[in-house]
C-alpha cells in the first residue's frame, strides 16, 4: 500500500522514469500532477481552465498528451514542466487513454477502443471491445502494457484485459475489497491502472482513494 492524495479525482496514471504521473477531474479541480510513486507526493502541477474537465493521459517521450471529457480536446504537454504546449480537437467524449506499437488508444465511455496517430491525434481505426461475443460498455481508464491493452469498466471494480487487434476481452480481474471497509465512505470508485516498468505489476488507485496499491494481477 501506498500513498495518494485524497483530493485526486484520478482519471489517468502512468509511471514514467521514475515518476507517477496523475491525471485528474471535475470541472474546477482539473490538474496534470507529476508524484513520487512510493508516497504519492506531488511534485510538480498544472491545473486546467475551470472549464476543462481533466481525463485520461498518457506519456510518450517527452510529451504527454491528456484527454478531456466533454470539451472535445486534447492537450499535448511538456513531461518536465506539465506546460500545454498546444491543443487538438477530437469528436465525442474523451474517458481513457495509453499508448503502444506506435498508436495512441482512447476509449469513450462507450464499448469501442479507438487509435490515433501519436504525432496528430488524427483518429486511424476502430475496434469493438467483447466478452464472449457481447459488447463490454463503460470502458474507462486505460494502460497500455506487454501488448495488451488493460481497461476499468466505469462503476465496476472489475479490470479487464483487452486484445487489442481482435477486441476481445481475454481476462477479467476482481479488484474488490482492495480499499479497506473503513475507507469506503469518503472514496469514489476504483480508477487508474499504471504498469510498473520493468515488472509484470501495477498500481491501482481510485477517485479519492487515500491509498495506491501496487499488485499483480493473478490467474483465477
Same mark, same amino acid.
Given at each position: ?36 510513486? /512510493?508516497? &504519492? ?5 498544472? +491545473? !486546467?481552465?475551470?472549464?476543462?474537465? #481533466?481525463?485520461?493521459? $498518457?506519456? *510518450? ?32 467524449? /474523451?474517458? &481513457? ?5 506506435? +498508436? !495512441?488508444?482512447?476509449?469513450?465511455? #462507450?464499448?469501442?477502443? $479507438?487509435? *490515433? ?52 476481452? $481475454? ?50
Amino acid at each position: 500500500m501506498l500513498g495518494h492524495d485524497r483530493s485526486s479525482f484520478t482519471q489517468g496514471l502512468e509511471i514514467a522514469d521514475g515518476v507517477l504521473y496523475e491525471g485528474t477531474g471535475t470541472y474546477g479541480g482539473s490538474a496534470m500532477r507529476a508524484a513520487d510513486p /512510493g508516497t &504519492g507526493e506531488v511534485l510538480r502541477e498544472d +491545473r !486546467l481552465p475551470a472549464d476543462l474537465f #481533466g481525463e485520461g493521459i $498518457t506519456v *510518450r517521450g517527452d510529451r504527454i498528451w491528456q484527454l478531456t471529457w466533454q470539451e472535445g480536446v486534447a492537450i499535448e504537454r511538456d513531461r518536465h514542466s506539465l506546460r500545454e504546449l498546444r491543443r487538438v480537437e477530437y469528436s465525442g467524449e /474523451g474517458w &481513457g487513454l495509453c499508448h503502444g506499437d506506435g +498508436r !495512441l488508444v482512447m476509449s469513450d465511455g #462507450g464499448d469501442e477502443l $479507438t487509435f *490515433r496517430d501519436p504525432e496528430t491525434f488524427a483518429e486511424q481505426d476502430r475496434v469493438q471491445v467483447t466478452a464472449e461475443g457481447e459488447p463490454v460498455q463503460q470502458l474507462n481508464e486505460l494502460e497500455c502494457a506487454h501488448g495488451q491493452v488493460w481497461a476499468n469498466i466505469w462503476g465496476s471494480e472489475q479490470i479487464v484485459r483487452i486484445d487489442p487487434e481482435s477486441g476481445a476481452v $481475454t481476462a477479467v480481474v476482481d479488484a474488490s475489497g482492495l480499499l479497506p471497509e473503513h475507507e469506503r465512505d469518503a472514496a469514489d470508485v476504483l480508477n487508474g491502472i499504471a504498469a510498473v516498468p520493468g515488472t509484470d505489476e501495477f498500481l491501482l488507485t481510485g477517485k479519492y482513494w487515500p491509498s495506491t496499491f501496487r499488485v499483480r494481477f493473478a490467474p483465477a
